[in-house]
């Protein structure tokens, strides 16, 4: 049972399948036949719980592998954990400082790309956004092999400083080089796509804004930005004059049984204020 404990955790672990490790676990410990004392297993349990924010939880698993592992094999993992769980709870300079610390004492774990973005991030919600731009630059140098996720990053982080131009660069660069070889497509890539066409709306780049949301939609229909997405399709087409293909835009989203209720009315409210100008126009 120990065994077979090990190894239905380790693969759902391996597939990031949170809650049946702690359903398998849950399982387990009502039998009371003992203590787990596999390392690795104690340790994926307990990011099981950090993954869901049960942040104490997590702590007394880690704190319980920390007492057994007396090789240290898993320090590094551990401290990085803890690193980002000062992150979750927005202690933002302690984040850093683990960061900082991991990089100086772990320079070969297999962990150091995660804690070069834990830097960058913690670094970022302290407004440091030169040295946060930095670090992500840095992590582009040392780790070339897959960069879309760090673009986004990028992305975000340019974003969040009014640096529109630079961020969309910066979308565009995380959607090009994403792997479209990975069988899941992580949610930051559907986010790009999305945010990518907002931006671009911003700019008054309406053209390139409705091919990204129309790409947007197409590729990922089920996203959550998607009502408001095509509320602000259709008003970039009416910006361009295409008031055919706006109205059209428009009444596909109020007859939307999906759609969000309030961009529903605010669709409601534009084709009338298009009703009214096209009537003003008229009789001037």
Do not use: C
């Not at 949170?18 to 990011?47: F, H, V």
């Amino acid at each position: 049972i120990h065994h077979s404990l090990v190894f239905v955790i380790d693969g759902y672990a391996k597939h990031a399948f949170i809650l049946p490790i702690l359903y398998s676990y849950s399982d387990y410990a009502s039998l009371s036949i003992g203590k787990i004392k596999n390392l690795k297993t104690l340790l994926q349990i307990g990011e099981a719980f950090q993954s869901l924010g049960m942040l104490p939880e997590a702590v007394r698993f880690y704190e319980k592998v920390k007492q057994l592992d007396t090789r240290k094999i898993h320090n590094d993992r551990i401290f990085l954990n803890l690193g980002q769980i000062h992150y979750d709870r927005k202690n933002y300079n302690e984040a850093e400082l683990v960061a900082r610390t991991f990089l100086k004492n772990f320079p070969r774990s297999k962990r150091v790309l995660d804690s070069m973005k834990l830097l960058a991030k913690s670094l970022h919600e302290q407004s440091r956004h030169d040295d946060a731009l930095q670090t992500y630059q840095n992590i582009l140098e040392e780790f070339p092999k897959d960069p879309s996720g760090v673009h986004y990053l990028i992305a975000t982080l340019e974003a969040s400083r009014n640096q529109n131009q630079e961020a969309i660069d910066a979308y565009k660069k995380s959607i090009a080089t994403f792997d479209r070889t990975q069988k899941i497509i992580p949610d930051y890539t559907k986010d790009a796509h999305y945010k990518l066409g907002n931006l671009l709306y911003q700019e008054g780049e309406y053209t390139d804004s409705i091919d990204a949301f129309n790409t947007a939609i197409k590729l990922f229909p089920d996203h959550s930005h998607r009502s408001w997405s095509e509320f602000i399709l259709a008003d970039a087409l009416k910006k361009i004059k295409n008031s055919q293909q706006a109205s059209v835009q428009f009444n596909q989203l109020i007859k939307s049984k999906s759609g969000n209720e309030l961009i529903k009315k605010a669709a409601q409210s534009q084709l009338k204020i298009m009703d009214w100008e096209k009537e003003t126009e008229g009789a001037s």
